[in-house]
T-cell receptor, first 119, second 113 residues
Framework: GAGVSQSPRYKVAKRGQDVALRCDPI?????LFWYQQALGQGPEFLTY????????KSGLPSDRFFAERPEGSVSTLKIQRTQQEDSAVYLC?????????????????FGPGTRLTVT | GDSVTQMEGPVTLSEEAFLTINCTYT??????LFWYVQYPGEGLQLLLK?????DKGSNKGFEATYRKETTSFHLEKGSVQVSDSAVYFC????????????FGKGTHLIIQP
């Protein structure tokens, strides 16, 4: 079956441009996560959706970052007025279970990521 | 807040050597612990996990034991292969923090034939 897919795989943006990154989770997965991975670092959590509800956005670094999952499936991470420090790989992950007891201990399946370079 | 510390790489070993990658953590609440692996050109994938103290996670010859008293989750393998060359990430998720995984910085493992 299909895994998590992300598009585009690579994106180059000029500083100040807006970008939109797409994530297609595994069909039927309730939970969806976005992470940011800087070069040589581990991924850092950005935001969490349970179906269409954004339950945790504590990791979003600024109000230029916005995520949505309007129908509880595909998700889009939008970055407005990109800055050089936004350059990173953006990873999407999905999981079958919701946030309930031990739900977050279930395996997260990661997509290949979108490498964003801001020039 | 939650944090994970793992040994810096790269770690270079010969084939059939014994592997240990150290991982320690701090967490609010009672965390679940994970090792994820990223093979060259591929995405992150779960290697093993443990959800309570003294649990041992194992997969593909790798093992890690959840040690609450030392807040550690060290990854071990008795005899590594060239195909084990990858970047390994220790991670946790805790009920008291954010909903996502907290990762260490990753350890690049290189196995030479």
């Amino acid at each position: 079956g299909a895994g998590v897919s992300q598009s585009p795989r690579y994106k180059v943006a000029k500083r100040g441009q807006d970008v939109a990154l797409r994530c297609d989770p595994i069909s039927g997965h309730v939970s969806l996560f976005w992470y940011q991975q800087a070069l040589g670092q581990g991924p850092e959590f950005l935001t969490y959706f349970q179906n269409e509800a954004q339950l945790d956005k504590s990791g979003l670094p600024s109000d230029r970052f916005f995520a949505e999952r309007p129908e509880g499936s595909v998700s889009t991470l939008k970055i407005q007025r990109t800055q050089q420090e936004d350059s990173a790989v953006y990873l999407c992950a999905s999981s079958l279970r919701d946030r309930g007891t031990y739900g977050l201990a279930y395996e997260q399946y990661f997509g290949p990521g979108t490498r964003l370079t801001v020039t | 807040g939650d944090s994970v510390t793992q040994m810096e790489g790269p770690v270079t070993l010969s084939e059939e050597a014994f592997l240990t990658i150290n991982c320690t953590y701090t967490a609010t609440g009672y965390p679940s612990l994970f090792w994820y692996v990223q093979y060259p050109g591929e995405g992150l994938q779960l290697l093993l996990k443990a959800t309570k103290a003294d649990d041992k996670g194992s997969n593909k010859g790798f093992e890690a034991t959840y040690r609450k008293e030392t807040t550690s989750f060290h990854l071990e393998k008795g005899s590594v292969q060239v195909s084990d060359s990858a970047v390994y990430f220790c991670a946790l998720i805790s009920g008291g923090g954010a909903d996502g995984l907290t990762f260490g910085k990753g350890t690049h493992l290189i196995i030479q034939p």
